[in-house]
Structures are given as structure tokens and as C-alpha cells.
């Protein structure tokens, strides 16, 4: 990666940097701080020794201000449109195996204290379907303030179908901190994947994509339909970015995605 970059080991258990790392906040003078979310492996479902390190080993060699907290979340938890406003899912953070004996009020107040935030959405999402229970980056994103995207699961058989269903509504009655009601574009989900990576694990989302410099990465699942659909509308809404998809089945599998 050249001589500009420094390369620093530290042992896992996991390869999600998202939710392993600290989130970094900025206060109102742009100094810079991060936030230790307690990582305990989304909920105890496997090891986490070295991951539960691994924010504050960031953080350390960063040189940030440290921010403690006795909330227990992932990155992936945090949706938020750099104007006041986030989303999060019930399902995650209002969950006995991370936040145990801390209320939805108690929650909300430490995050907006965490955050820099005004007004909160929450989605229920749903538990025990995958290891995040839900993280909210799998089934909304804002474009930006006042715009989200939002995932859509039309297969009746799907356990996503009734809840992405149930997200819509809130949403579309949901008003943002400034008092904007959100408009919302939906990204319906593959209906097919490759025959190989088929699993209850497999995470279907093109709600999961990378904003980066000049381009949006997008996954491709091998559903040509909908592939392009996905792709076409995340067009419209980056037109001065390129739109780079690519394959993540590796990734997919394991119940991730490329954000």
C-alpha cells in the first residue's frame, strides 16, 4: 500500500472492523475523540477476547480522546445523517444479551449524549434471525440528511418480509430532527443467490453498500433483476460517484456485508 500507510498487527477472533472498532465523534471545536462500545461478540454468540480489545488498542494508538460508556453495541447499530438525526433497531441495542437492566429512555439519552444527536428513529428489527440481531445497516441508509434508502424484502416466505414492511411504515410517518418528513427510496432484495453460498447465514443486502472517494461499492448476488434495479437507483442517487459492484458471497456468508 506504499510507504504512507503503517501497518499495525493486532490479533482477532473475527475479521468485522466495523463492529469491533471504536466509532470516532468530533465535538463542536472538531477535536477529535472515540467511543469504546464494550464489543462482547453481538451478544455472546462466540468468542471475543481479542476482538473485545480491539477498540481500545485504536484508539490508543489514534490518540483520541477515549469515551466510555456502559453501553454495549456494534458499529453496524449506527445509522446516522451528520444532521442531529439516527436510526437504530430495537432488536440490537434494547437486548438483554448486550444492554441488560438499561431501559429504552436510558439508551437513548447516552447515546444522544455519545452522538451529538436530537432525534432518534427506532426500528424494531428482529432478533436471533442472524448474529447482529438486526444491525440497522442492513436495512436502511441515508443518502443524506432527509433521504434514506431503505430495503425491501418481497419474497412472503422470507422472515425480513413482514418486518422490512413494518420499517416502511415507520419511516414514512417518521419526521427527522429538523422536522423534515423522510423521503425514502426502497432497494428490494435479491430474490436468488448462487446456488454454492445457499445458508440461513447468507446476508442478502444491497442496503449494505461503501460510500468511499468517487464511487458507492455495491454487492452483486447473481440476481440479474435485481441486481440492476439496485444498481440504476444507486445511480440516480451518487451521480457523481461511480457505481463499482462486486462479488462478496465470501463475505455474504458469513452474515456481513461490505459496510
Request: charged content about 25%; some cysteine.
Amino acid at each position: 500500500m506504499g510507504s504512507k500507510v503503517e501497518l499495525i498487527i493486532h490479533p482477532l477472533d473475527d475479521v468485522w472492523m466495523r463492529d469491533t472498532g471504536p466509532v470516532f465523534v468530533f465535538d463542536q471545536q472538531h477535536r477529535k475523540a472515540a467511543i469504546d462500545f464494550n464489543f462482547n461478540g453481538w451478544g455472546n454468540k462466540q468468542k471475543h477476547d481479542r476482538d473485545a480489545k480491539v477498540a481500545s488498542f485504536i484508539i490508543e494508538k489514534s490518540g483520541a480522546e477515549l469515551i466510555k460508556t456502559r453501553l454495549i453495541l456494534e458499529g453496524g447499530a449506527i445509522v446516522v445523517d451528520g444532521d442531529g438525526t439516527a436510526i437504530f433497531t430495537e432488536s440490537c441495542i434494547i437486548n438483554s444479551n448486550r444492554n441488560l437492566g438499561i431501559n429504552k429512555t436510558e439508551c437513548e439519552n447516552e447515546l444522544k449524549r455519545l452522538l451529538g444527536l436530537e432525534e432518534i428513529i427506532w426500528l424494531p428489527g428482529i432478533r436471533d434471525q442472524d448474529i447482529t440481531d438486526g444491525h440497522t445497516d442492513g436495512y436502511v441508509k441515508f443518502v443524506k440528511p432527509g433521504m434514506v434508502v431503505a430495503g425491501y424484502e418481497s419474497d412472503p416466505l422470507s422472515y425480513d418480509y413482514q418486518i422490512t414492511q413494518c420499517h416502511l411504515d415507520i419511516l414514512r410517518k417518521a419526521v427527522d430532527a429538523k422536522g423534515r418528513k423522510l423521503d425514502i427510496i426502497t432497494l428490494e432484495a435479491p430474490r436468488t443467490i448462487r446456488q454454492k453460498y445457499v445458508s440461513d447465514n447468507f446476508f442478502a443486502s444491497y442496503i449494505n453498500y461503501y460510500v468511499c472517494n468517487n464511487a458507492v461499492i455495491m454487492p452483486e448476488f447473481c440476481d440479474e433483476k435485481a441486481d440492476r434495479a439496485a444498481a440504476e437507483k444507486l445511480e440516480e442517487l451518487y451521480p457523481k460517484r461511480d457505481i463499482v459492484m462486486i462479488n462478496i458471497d465470501a463475505i455474504a456468508i458469513g452474515g456481513g456485508g461490505i459496510h
